[in-house]
């Protein structure tokens, strides 16, 4: 089995990071898991263009990018991070419907 075809069997926060053979505080994971994750897709993109064609110089890019998003939120929380688009919305948004506008 090769490096992607791994990839492809690890399904959660847990798994990578075990597979990454990365130590990890289980309650940091259990609260952030998904932010995590997307944190660690966000890096991977980012350094789509720098990635080593050689499978294990690939494994040490992702081994150091999981453990920098991981690292991400044992030093802050999903709220400063705002990894998802519904943390980095600004005010909520309101609509006026004049009464008029009703029908019933």
Do not use: C, W
């Amino acid at each position: 089995m090769n490096f992607a075809e791994e990839l492809e069997e690890l399904e959660s926060a847990e798994d990578f990071l075990q597979y990454f053979h990365l130590n990890y505080d289980p309650s940091i994971v259990h609260v952030n898991r998904l932010h995590i994750l997307q944190r660690f897709h966000d890096y991977l993109q980012q350094a789509t263009d720098s990635m080593p064609a050689e499978e294990e110089a690939q494994r040490l890019v992702y081994q150091r990018l999981l453990l920098q998003a991981y690292q991400d939120f044992v030093d802050s929380d999903a709220l400063t991070e705002k990894v998802f688009k519904v943390f980095q919305m600004g005010e909520p948004q309101t609509a006026f419907v004049a009464l008029g506008d009703i029908k019933t």
